[in-house]
């Protein structure tokens, strides 16, 4: 699945996006916990989960929600538009 | 035109609300909401700010706010334009406006697509000056605003 | 400038929000609010829309209105515009601007302003058509709508 | 004293102002049984009371309020503009 990073998470992971093998992750939080294992930066960027919120195919859904059949899965802060 | 726009251009407030109230004499209300980029951050003096966004999602999300004012007021017109990129203080950022019968429905539905913009559409404020540069955090009274409507979130 | 214009004279909302926004960069929003005149009234349709008004006390009230809501929001700016004399549907009849650092005061400063000025500033409206000619009734909603904000009448 | 008429009520009287001596009243109230006395013209237009708001020196004020000290008094019914 293509994974999205926005803002200061976008940052501290280095990349806007990137393909993604969700491994045994079947939720969003367990593909951050995934995601985490794998690299520290990730460790880093994630550091603060309550910190993170997440959309499931362009639509911000709950960090507990299923991705299995998600084609893009985007994490980032708080938004502050407006 | 669709109701919604998302992009680095400018708008012009008097432009929009001519186009949005045109041929139409049953309005009687109108509310615009404008946000500028203020000078004064917490850290100290701002040069420059900088919107992103999600490109894929923004125009929907917007959208779907708008769908749900409409749904809520009975509007004759609403129109929300936001900007993303480099913005300098004094800069417009953002413009809602609500056509209506009568000013009641046209003041609320401002207000609730604001309060829902700031908490539910994929933009992110990042500020920089001779201090450095930081991402904005999300204000607590955003949150508490849109509550106000009741939460339909599912 | 000062806060308050009464006159015939139609208005440019957009000219009017630079001109209270310019060389102040700790504006964060800016709400407008446009009354226009609608074409269908009870009566029938309407061909011609006449504003009086007293003229010794227009202003007075007006500026009274405005420094009541300089006094309850931290407003960095406020600008009202009243049109009198004879409108046609379609017609802008009133302007209220309210600008400040955050948008919950500009919103509900510039709601406050039309409500107490639907009910305080001294305005009449006479509807003309076809079917003959009458003056337009007090809404019962308005005076419920400057009651909310707390009646500080003597 | 200028007693001032706006919107209907001035069609009603016939006047938009005149010069006028409140005769024995004291208050806004008592100037309007007053005129009513005087002049079929205001019967008709002050035949309802609650309709009429009045200000004295271009201050809205209550129907029971003093108008001895008034240079001007004016009566109209409840304002509709914005």
Redesign the interface.
């Known amino acids: 699945m293509q994974v999205l990073y926005f803002a200061w998470l976008r940052e501290r992971v280095g990349v806007g996006s990137e393909e993604v093998d969700p491994g045994p992750a079947t939720t969003a939080a367990e593909l951050i916990e995934e995601l985490k294992r794998r690299d520290p930066r990730y460790s880093a960027a994630f550091a603060d989960v309550s910190a993170i919120r997440v959309a499931v195919d362009q639509k911000m859904v709950a960090l507990d929600s299923p991705i299995s059949e998600a084609r893009e899965v985007a994490f980032f802060p708080p938004v502050t538009g407006g | 035109m669709s109701a919604v726009s998302v992009g680095p251009e400018d708008f012009?407030?008097?432009?929009e609300?001519a186009a949005l109230?045109a041929d139409d004499?049953?309005?009687?209300?109108?509310?615009?909401?404008?946000?500028?980029?203020?000078?004064?951050t917490a850290a100290g003096a701002l040069d420059e700010m900088t919107?992103?966004?999600?490109p894929?999602?923004t125009g929907?999300?917007l959208e779907a706010i708008v769908a749900e004012a409409q749904e809520r007021w009975p509007l004759s017109g609403v129109r929300v334009i936001?900007r993303v990129g480099p913005l300098a203080?004094?800069d417009r950022?953002?413009l809602v406006l609500t056509a209506s019968?009568h000013?009641?429905a046209?003041?609320e539905a401002?207000?609730f697509l604001?309060d829902y913009?700031?908490?539910?559409?994929?933009?992110?404020?990042?500020e920089a000056g001779a201090h450095g540069a930081a991402?904005?955090?999300?204000?607590e009274?955003?949150d508490a605003?849109a509550a106000r409507w009741g939460d339909d979130?599912s």
Do not use: C, N, Q
């Not at chain 2, 919107?51 to 999600?54: D, G, K, N, R």
């Not at chain 2, 991402?135 to 204000?139: E, S």
């Open positions: 012009d407030i008097g432009a609300i109230t004499r049953e309005i009687g209300a109108v509310v615009s909401f404008t946000g500028l980029v203020r000078e004064m919107l992103e966004h999600y894929g999602m929907a999300a936001h203080p004094g950022i953002v019968r000013r009641e046209a003041f401002a207000a604001m913009l700031k908490t539910r559409a994929p933009f992110w404020k990042r991402w904005v955090d999300a204000r009274a955003d605003a979130r």
